[in-house]
């Protein structure tokens, strides 16, 4: 069973448990971590983006004819290099790329808290990345949604020209689907993203998406599971459409089971499955809807795939823990036989 005080215990733990997202850019990978970003809280949980660690500044690339999708065109071997000296919990001089000015700023001092989260474009890309990286999670948005939040993005927020955004997404395909697209075999989840089945208009103006988790089988769990959603509430006090589709895929070879939402649930269903993940996590308060709102699609994906990640760490925490009791029974050992010699 999770201890009764997992937050206690993990910013009481030396252990950094690091979660790596993958996408390409403006795929959404910021919003899937979300849930465990407000379950935990900034004191334990921070973030770092690769594309910090890009070898060049836009004007170098542009005069190179190379994208930041390129392995060679970002400094890989100092990343690995950064994310071994956070999980053994050192402080690291961060690289700092500025997207406004498409230069990079000066380093700046960053520590590592409890749980980390690592996203970007090859999060996945080297051995070494991959065996740091504790929970790996894909984000792939249908091409129609991600050209939307691209631009939406990149446009809106970063000041881009709408035809320099559109050039640019046609420069990047060959290199996403060389380099970025084939980590998605290394995921224990992957996130897809498409518009609502109940019309594009309702995506674009109301953040209402069809969304799929599509996982490897879970080889442990916390205790009696038990996730359900209870359908008195969906069927009787919800006025708003909503989905759940289970299915059986096979990704590069790997079967995965695949659950999909579409809509929203009302405040009382997420209510009772955000209960249930506090009582079988121990972690709480769990409360990512307000009294008589509904949670879109993509915030209940959000709530399953933080359960996921926890599950990950408190099984961590519990290998720790029976690390601890052997290396203690060890050295017990040793100072009786030293005592008897």
Same mark, same amino acid.
């Given at each position: 069973?999770?201890?009764?005080?997992?937050?206690?215990?993990?910013?009481?733990?030396?252990?950094?448990? %690091?979660? #790596?997202?993958?996408?390409?850019?403006? @795929?959404?990978?910021?919003?899937?971590?979300?849930?465990?970003?407000?379950?935990?809280?900034?004191?334990?949980? @921070?973030?770092?983006?690769?594309?910090? *660690?890009?070898?060049?500044?836009?004007?170098?690339?542009?005069?190179?004819?190379?994208?930041? =999708?390129?392995?060679?065109?970002?400094?890989?071997?100092?990343?690995?290099?950064?994310?071994?000296?956070?999980?053994?919990?050192?402080?690291?001089?961060?690289?700092?790329?500025?997207?406004?000015? #498409?230069?990079?700023?000066?380093?700046?001092?960053?520590?590592?808290?409890?749980?980390?989260?690592?996203? #970007? =474009?090859?999060?996945?890309?080297?051995?070494?990345?991959?065996?740091?990286?504790?929970?790996?999670?894909?984000?792939?948005?249908?091409?129609?949604?991600?050209?939307?939040?691209?631009?939406?993005?990149?446009?809106?927020? +970063?000041?881009?020209? =709408?035809?320099?955004?559109?050039?640019?997404?046609?420069?990047?395909?060959?290199?996403?689907?060389? *380099?970025?697209?084939?980590?998605?075999? *290394?995921?224990?989840?992957?996130?897809?993203?498409?518009? @609502?089945?109940?019309?594009?208009?309702?995506?674009?103006?109301?953040?209402? *998406?069809?969304?799929? %988790?599509?996982? @490897?089988?879970?080889?442990?769990? %916390?205790?009696?599971?038990?996730?359900?959603?209870?359908?008195?509430? =969906?069927?009787?006090?919800?006025?708003?459409?909503?989905?759940?589709?289970?299915?059986?895929?096979?990704?590069?070879? +790997?079967?995965? &089971?695949?659950?999909?939402?579409?809509?929203?649930?009302?405040?009382?269903?997420?209510?009772?499955?955000?209960?249930?993940?506090?009582?079988?996590?121990?972690?709480?308060?769990?409360?990512?809807?307000?009294? &008589?709102?509904?949670?879109?699609?993509?915030?209940?994906?959000?709530?399953?795939?933080?359960?996921?990640? %926890?599950?990950?760490?408190?099984?961590?925490?519990?290998?720790?823990?029976?690390?601890?009791?052997?290396?203690?029974?060890?050295?017990?050992? &040793?100072?009786?036989?030293?005592?008897?010699?």
């Amino acid at each position: 069973m999770p201890p009764s005080d997992f937050k206690r215990v993990i910013a009481e733990s030396p252990y950094v448990f %690091i979660i #790596g997202v993958a996408g390409d850019s403006g @795929s959404g990978k910021t919003t899937f971590t979300h849930a465990i970003r407000e379950i935990f809280g900034e004191d334990l949980v @921070s973030t770092i983006t690769t594309d910090d *660690y890009h070898k060049y500044d836009r004007q170098q690339r542009r005069e190179l004819g190379i994208t930041p =999708l390129a392995p060679e065109a970002n400094q890989l071997d100092l990343l690995e290099e950064h994310l071994a000296e956070l999980k053994a919990g050192r402080a690291i001089l961060k690289p700092v790329y500025n997207h406004n000015t #498409g230069r990079f700023d000066p380093p700046v001092p960053f520590s590592p808290t409890k749980i980390l989260i690592v996203e #970007g =474009l090859h999060p996945f890309l080297t051995p070494r990345l991959r065996a740091l990286i504790d929970f790996k999670l894909y984000v792939d948005p249908d091409p129609g949604v991600k050209r939307t939040w691209k631009i939406r993005r990149d446009v809106e927020q +970063r000041g881009y020209a =709408l035809e320099e955004v559109e050039r640019e997404m046609e420069e990047r395909k060959p290199d996403f689907e060389r *380099y970025v697209a084939p980590q998605c075999q *290394y995921a224990d989840a992957v996130i897809r993203v498409a518009f @609502s089945k109940y019309g594009r208009e309702a995506s674009e103006k109301h953040n209402i *998406y069809c969304v799929t %988790i599509t996982q @490897s089988k879970l080889e442990r769990s %916390i205790g009696d599971v038990d996730l359900s959603i209870d359908l008195f509430p =969906l069927l009787s006090l919800s006025e708003r459409n909503f989905m759940v589709e289970f299915t059986l895929e096979e990704i590069l070879g +790997r079967k995965m &089971g695949a659950l999909t939402f579409d809509g929203e649930l009302n405040d009382a269903v997420v209510r009772k499955l955000e209960r249930n993940i506090e009582i079988q996590t121990q972690v709480e308060p769990i409360d990512l809807v307000e009294a &008589g709102g509904y949670l879109t699609a993509g915030e209940v994906a959000q709530l399953i795939l933080a359960w996921r990640i %926890i599950n990950r760490r408190i099984f961590i925490e519990s290998g720790l823990k029976a690390v601890e009791t052997e290396d203690g029974a060890a050295s017990g050992n &040793g100072a009786c036989r030293s005592g008897r010699d």
